[in-house]
């Protein structure tokens, strides 16, 4: 089975409107952490929002946020007022206890102005 | 910048050569990870390595390998490289017990194109 399960490969959102990334996660940790990384056209990783299994509340940076559904396993991403610098690919990683990281198939989002 | 340099950030070569990757995770940090993303591809988890030992390995290739040094910068040798070798090499590393978020903390990457 995947760890990790990234439904949409490709989204399209208005500027200015806000656009949701699914992500579902499988494991049978307790101890666990959930990622999002983008990865724009010039290719580097980065880092934006991090969720802890443990976290009750949803994790948010900026204009990032996550909405974290443990029971349904799953962890979707959550960009408001999407600019034109958003378009990029999304990952979604999980960590599990013995630090091993998983990562879903991406989804591209594309920003319209 | 995430602190991981990785070298080169390009190359190109002919199938059947030999190349090796190589990277400085950040300071501190002991784990150090490869992954292998082919052109509009996900992350392939190669191998990790923690303090200079091998820690999990994921879908390497018998003709890759990877070796973590006492001072813990990493090298990935390709050997016997094909077309279906060219890629974008991305090195990682986390702490192995971190008090904050234990994030994975990106090289640029290094890619590798086959002629």
């Known amino acids: 089975a995947q760890k990790i399960t990234q439904t949409q490969p490709g989204m399209f959102v208005q500027e200015k409107e806000a656009v949701t990334l699914d992500c579902t996660y499988d494991t049978s940790d307790q101890s666990y952490g959930l990622f999002w990384y983008k990865q724009p056209s010039s290719g580097e990783m980065i880092f934006l929002i991090y969720q802890g299994s443990y976290d009750e509340q949803n994790a948010t940076e900026g204009r990032y946020s996550l909405n974290f559904q443990k029971a349904r396993k799953s962890t979707n991403l959550v960009i408001s007022a999407s600019q034109l610098g958003d378009s990029a690919m999304y990952f979604c990683?999980?960590?599990?206890?013995?630090?091993?990281?998983?990562f879903g198939t991406g989804t591209s989002l594309t920003v319209i102005p | 910048d995430s602190g991981v340099t990785q070298t080169p950030k390009h190359l190109i070569t002919a199938t059947g050569q030999r190349v090796t990757l190589r990277c400085s995770p950040r300071?501190?940090?002991?784990?150090v990870y490869w992954y292998q993303q082919s052109l509009d591809q996900g992350l392939q988890f190669l191998i990790q390595?923690?303090?200079?030992?091998?820690?999990a390995k994921g879908n390497i290739l018998e003709r890759f390998s990877a070796q973590q040094f006492p001072d813990l910068h990493s090298e990935l040798n390709l050997s016997s490289l094909e077309l279906g070798d060219s890629a974008l090499y991305f090195c990682?590393?986390?702490?192995?017990?971190?008090?904050?978020?234990?994030?994975?903390?990106f090289g640029e990457g290094s890619r590798l194109t086959v002629l």
């Open positions: 300071s501190g940090d002991l784990s």
């Open positions: 990682a590393s986390s702490p192995w017990d971190s008090a904050n978020t234990g994030e994975l903390f």
């Open positions: 390595y923690y303090n200079g030992e091998e820690r």
């Open positions: 990683a999980m960590r599990e206890y013995d630090n091993q990281f998983y």
